[in-house]
């Protein structure tokens, strides 16, 4: 039996996530997966001539991407917004710590990572390295795709107090095992990664690199209702709005993709949220005319995880606001425009959603609880634009593995689509 356009093949979602490591390999895949569909790659070095009904892409620095159908008559943009990054640990320029008798890769956080999960995982190495060769510096995608580290716990015949308070010391207690290290023995670094892409260390000038755990995406539960993954922040969100704009055929509209990176830093960089990537793409494909009329009457739906109500702490969350798995797309509201959502914002996903037929859920935080944020109020105020914060609800949020439930990436798929042919607002 064939499926239909909006159903969501889990598997499918699952083997994105393994493939992508690293915000790189993300928007590799992701790139991938627009070119197959016909989209176009364009240089932003270069003019661009675009043609009415066909898709197109950019990627910059290889961590954030935009893609859109380009619309015969631009009268308003409806954007979908998600981050390629999540929770990791880096490794540092000057990496290799060699004591008591061991090899160890020094790293720095990244983000708001939960860091008692990543101890006891399986680790393996994966990211972007710098070459040089005689017309420059090239990026090419380096993932060793075998354990090849581990952050071992101290047992607790010599920590008796661990499960009652134990705290990490990022600088002492993260350098990952790699390898034993007799008295002569030197681990050079450079050398270890020309080896795996089959390079000169002569040609390696630098590196980004993250450890990530080797465990596979699994469909879990008894009645196989959930999918536990690393990286569900945000690359959940990736697929699925990569996906609305794959299936969704061009509007009079317009629909648009970004994925950002940075977002788990404050997206303050040259290809984050807070950058001017998305109003220069916009500027372009957009006639210069009616820009700031199109930008009047664009919406922008940003999608991330919202935090799922946990059955053992339910309450840090508000009593009127927790939501669960399988059951819909979070509407994410805060008094304080930590997230975007506005009356209007939440008015026309509420339409969307009826013509949908997708049920919503509402997350708002406790009033003593800090919610974070996310891409919609960065964007919101770079650019002007009304704009809506949705998530996927999750649960073990910034964990090495993480939660969702399996029903929810195509009920918010629908959603997408039904924003992406929604009637415009006055």
């Known amino acids: 039996m064939s499926r239909a356009p909006l159903d969501v093949d889990p598997q499918a979602l699952i083997a994105f996530l393994d493939a992508a490591p690293t915000p790189w390999h993300a928007v590799r895949q992701v790139a991938n997966r627009l070119a197959h569909a016909g989209f176009l790659e364009l240089d932003l070095r270069q003019q661009w001539t675009l043609e009415s009904g066909e898709g197109y892409f950019v990627t910059r620095q290889d961590g954030s991407l935009i893609a859109w159908r380009q619309p015969q008559d631009v009268d308003a943009w409806t954007i979908f917004g ?229 059955p053992n702490f339910a309450a840090k969350h508000d009593e009127g606001h927790r939501p669960l798995l399988n059951e819909g797309p979070v509407v994410k509201i805060n008094a304080n425009h930590r997230y975007a959502t506005t009356a209007l914002s939440q008015g026309i996903v509420e339409q969307a959603a009826q013509r949908a037929d997708v049920p919503l859920q509402y997350f708002s935080s406790r009033a003593d609880v800090g919610c974070g944020s996310t891409l919609g109020p960065i964007t919101a105020s770079r650019l002007g634009i009304e704009t809506v914060d949705l998530g996927m609800a999750t649960l073990a949020m910034h964990s090495a593995r993480e939660l969702c439930g399996v029903k929810d990436p195509e009920l918010m798929l629908r959603l997408l689509h039904a924003l992406a042919t929604r009637e415009m607002y006055s």
């Open 82 to 310: 998600a981050h390629t990054d999540s929770p990791n640990l880096r490794v540092r320029p000057q990496p290799v710590i060699k004591r008591h008798g061991y090899f160890q890769i020094g790293v720095e956080v990244y983000g708001g990572a939960l860091l008692a999960p990543w101890f006891d995982r399986d680790l393996s190495l994966a990211g972007r390295v710098a070459l040089t060769n005689q017309g420059g510096v090239l990026s090419e995608l380096v993932d060793f795709e075998r354990p090849i580290g581990i952050i071992p716990s101290l047992a607790i015949h010599l920590d008796r107090d661990a499960n009652s308070h134990r705290t990490i010391n990022a600088q002492d207690h993260l350098p990952v095992l790699i390898a034993r290290a007799d008295a002569d023995a030197e681990l050079d670094f450079k050398a270890l990664l020309a080896s795996e892409l089959d390079r000169s260390v002569d040609e390696i000038a630098a590196f980004e690199l993250c450890f990530y755990p080797t465990d596979f995406g699994q469909i879990i539960g008894l009645h196989e209702e959930f999918i536990a993954s690393a990286r569900l922040d945000n690359l959940l969100s990736c697929w699925v709005t990569t996906e609305a704009l794959v299936r969704t055929a061009p509007t009079p509209d317009g629909t648009m993709l970004v994925l950002n990176d940075h977002e788990e830093v404050g997206s303050q960089s040259a290809i984050g949220a807070d950058s001017p990537f998305l109003e220069s793409v916009l500027r372009r494909v957009t006639p210069a005319d009616a820009f700031e009329r199109v930008r009047a009457s664009s919406l922008f739906v940003s999608v991330d995880n919202g935090h799922a109500v946990h």
